[in-house]
């Protein structure tokens, strides 16, 4: 009876807005209910939580990257005392000492293994070394429980992501709902491989005939993955829209195969899926549009679906995942593109990445963003590494300065990948340039490889941007052949300046968040300025293809066989 009156006392403290979750029983069994009161970094956050434990419960905030204990701002209830705590690890969480961040407990009732506490907390925090601030928007949380005596690897622990105050997206009146896939049996393809990349088409007018004669916006996109708890799992998707039916698409609508021989040009990403991350919001007033363009054809209408799936045991397995589209007929203010920023066609592929620590960069250069037509607004980033990525950061110089960090992810983990809305878009001129860098920590005796195998590597920052058009698509790899630099932008290379002109505008790659020995900073640490990053030496091998000029088109045949020798600004060893 008691704990049955403590959690009628809490219904009828707290109301909603409230977020239910089950860490190991099968049942909910961790309850948060929180109000927001004031304006600006002013405001006070109270959380009233409700949670079935027999020694101690846990609550972080983690980086807005991905919800994972490494880079967790964490506040701990043993018994009455409330400990404020920070992690940089998989490990128990070190006591922060400085203050100015802290919980404090208004109340603190135990019974029956049922804790029901109220804390209190400011929204932005003085020490940003050790503490989180709260977010608008989607806010990364690690939950935990555990029995007597505070340690690493409760029994019960698991991420999950919280709307303390709701942002904007583009979800407006009168939408429609479309849910369409494609099967895939590994039968069909004889396919045993560790890992499989398949294709599948479809045409979304058949789908959903309404659009032949009216425009609509899609505004969200879910996906459902059915491959959880089978020996196969799904890595991730790609979801790009084509113009056109390409030849030999069609065989790809019934059943997803190998798309051997199949031009895909022309498509471009809308939605991505990948670990932590199966729905897209878009930012508010912005949506990607199906319509016709007459005689030019249709805007968004095909859609490829481009699947990875990870098959270690080498067993049969099928699969159909689902996507789920969110369409209205109230049209968005402005028409969204998705860019990849870094090494978007894994050109990289067979590139060494050594044992160790070691950082790699990849430039989108002034000679790319001078050929867009106009700026760009970055509303939202992913950041996207494989298995052993540790950190990675989006740059936005101007003028060979740096004007920002876009966005970094510090504590980096692959299990975790969501799409970020920025605080404020960020404006992108031409003669702008983006850096994608990004660290790995290799634990294997030997090297490991970029390329699109889960156990291979990738570097690649995709950014939500307005509007749709003006040349942006893919920027960020930077290339030395024959004694000439070149970046690419898109399908083609041009020729740009020297590695040490540009690299005089990098800087090493740091942590700042959670470092040792804590001095109690009152305000964020300063900034480190801009210094020189070495480039490794690298020489081209012979090219028996005619001379790369850097004129419009591809690479010249065989040029990916060069990047392990050609591609530059590895540093940071």
């Known amino acids: 009876m008691r704990v049955l009156a403590v959690a009628a006392l809490l219904a009828a403290a707290c109301g909603e807005p409230c977020k239910h979750f089950t860490l190991g029983t099968g049942e ?18 109270a959380l009233d939580l409700e949670v079935k434990s027999s020694g101690w419960v846990g609550f972080g905030i983690s980086e807005p990257t991905g919800a994972h204990m490494a880079g967790s701002d964490i506040v701990i209830i043993e018994g009455e005392s409330v400990t404020d705590r920070y992690a940089v690890g998989n490990g128990l969480p070190k006591e922060d000492k400085c203050g100015g961040g802290d919980w404090t407990a208004k109340s603190i009732q135990w019974s029956q293994g049922v804790l029901v506490a109220k804390l209190e907390r400011l929204w932005a925090v003085p020490d940003k070394v050790h503490d989180r601030d709260f977010n608008e928007g989607i806010v990364q949380v690690v939950l935990a429980v555990g029995g007597s005596g505070l340690q690493y690897h409760a029994s019960s622990r698991r991420a999950a992501a919280v709307e303390f105050v709701p942002q904007q997206y583009s979800a407006v009146a009168g939408t429609a709902h479309l849910a369409f896939g494609v099967p895939f049996d590994t039968a069909t393809e004889q396919a045993t491989e560790v ?8 045409d979304l007018v058949e789908q959903m005939p309404a659009l032949a004669s009216t425009p609509h916006d899609i505004v969200g996109i879910t996906f459902v993955d059915d491959t959880v708890g089978k020996d196969a799992r799904l890595h991730h998707v790609i979801m790009e829209t084509c113009p056109t039916m390409p030849a030999g698409a ?54 490829r679906l481009e699947y990875h799936y990870d098959n270690p045991k080498r067993v049969h397995f099928t699969s159909s995942p689902i996507m789920n589209l969110t369409l209205t007929t109230a049209l968005q203010a402005e028409e969204l593109q998705i ?51 540790a950190h990675m950061r989006l740059l936005h ?18 299990g975790n990948q969501p799409f970020v809305m920025l605080p404020e878009p960020v404006e992108v001129l031409p003669g702008d340039e983006l850096i994608a860098t990004c660290r790995y920590n290799n634990p294997h005796a030997a ?71 804590p001095s109690c900073p009152t305000a964020p640490p300063t900034p ?36 392990g020798a050609a591609l530059v600004l590895m540093f940071g060893r």
């Open 195 to 202: 890992t499989e990349y398949v294709d599948g088409f479809v």
């Open 339 to 389: 860019m990849g920023v870094g090494d978007r066609s894994v050109r990289a592929a067979g590139t060494a990445i050594p044992t160790g620590e070691s950082t790699f960069q990849f430039d989108c250069r002034k000679e790319c963003t001078n050929r867009w037509s106009g700026a760009v607004k970055v509303h939202s980033v992913a950041l996207h590494m494989h298995q052993i990525g």
């Open 447 to 517: 090297a490991q490889k970029f390329g699109l195998a889960s156990e291979e590597e990738m570097c690649i920052a995709f950014a939500m941007v307005t509007p749709r058009g003006r040349g942006v698509d893919s920027c960020g790899l930077t290339l030395l052949h024959q004694g000439n630099y070149y970046t690419g932008c898109g399908e083609e290379f041009v020729q740009t300046s020297t590695s040490q002109e540009f690299t005089k505008a990098t800087r090493a790659m740091e942590r700042t968040w959670g470092l040792a020995d």
């Open 397 to 414: 110089l101007r003028g060979g300065d740096v004007l920002r960090t876009v966005l970094e992810a510090q504590y980096y983990t692959f």
């Open 28 to 45: 909910p069994d961790y309850k948060i209910c929180w109000t927001v009161e004031g304006d600006g970094d002013a405001r006070k956050v």
């Open 528 to 563: 480190v300025p801009p210094t020189p990053a070495t480039p490794v030496p690298v020489t081209a091998p012979p090219v028996t293809e005619a001379p790369f000029s850097g004129a419009a088109g591809p690479p010249p045949h065989g040029w990916g066989a060069l990047l």
């Open 250 to 303: 069609e065989q790809l609508k019934a059943q997803m195969r190998r798309p051997a021989g199949i031009d895909f040009g022309g498509c471009s990403v809308i939605g991505l899926y990948a670990p932590g991350a199966d729905t897209m919001r878009y930012p508010h007033g912005t949506a990607f549009r199906v319509k016709s363009d007459g005689a030019s054809g249709w805007q968004n209408r095909y859609i």
